[in-house]
């Protein structure tokens, strides 16, 4: 699939650099609420989240009740993006503008796991995501190669703690303020 996303303005790179500067500094020193792994549905997931699910309890997994999550293109980036280059800066960018054109509501859940059951699923990552939608996209030619967006992330075991200060922390900031 090909994206026609603008490149992006430097105002926009300069934007999530301040954003991810403010990101890091309540990152910074964090430790997660609880002991526990984000499995996150990505926009693409949505759709087949129960089968989802039903895949991740046959394996005896038990992962816990959605939380609707806010803002999956920047909550993306937080996630992912760790370089601060303008390298990987213009590439988020990129990235948010197609997850945007995707997933105009921008909707995602995140599924807690225990860091067992996360362990667990780490190692048939790649065969449960096989089993669901995969994007490949082309952002208009704006990067060396076309890139796969998934229905599901889960974070590599060397990296489950920061995935979840992460998380709850950009959540945290993106998540509409109550009245």
């Known amino acids: 699939m090909k994206l026609d996303v603008p490149e992006p303005s430097p105002a926009s790179i300069d934007d999530l650099a301040l954003w991810l500067a403010d990101f890091d500094e309540r990152v910074s020193g964090r430790k997660p609420t609880q002991a526990r792994t984000p499995l996150v549905v990505t926009p693409l997931g949505l759709t087949a989240r129960d089968r989802l699910r039903r895949e991740l ?86 990067l060396h190669r076309p890139v796969k967006l998934h229905a599901f992330h889960l974070p590599d075991a060397d990296d489950f703690l920061s995935s979840a200060v992460r998380l709850e922390t950009a959540h945290a900031l993106l998540a509409p303020r109550p009245r």
């Open 57 to 142: 309890v046959v394996m005896g997994l038990t992962p816990s009740p959605p939380e609707p999550l806010v803002h999956w293109p920047r909550l993306s980036t937080a996630l992912q993006v760790r370089a601060r280059t303008p390298t990987a800066l213009r590439r988020a960018v990129l990235f948010e503008a197609g997850w945007a054109l995707l997933s105009p509501e921008g909707r995602a859940e995140a599924w807690w796991l225990s860091t067992e059951d996360a362990a667990q699923l780490v190692t048939a990552k790649h065969l449960l995501r096989s089993q669901f939608e995969t994007l490949e996209v082309d952002f208009a030619g704006r």
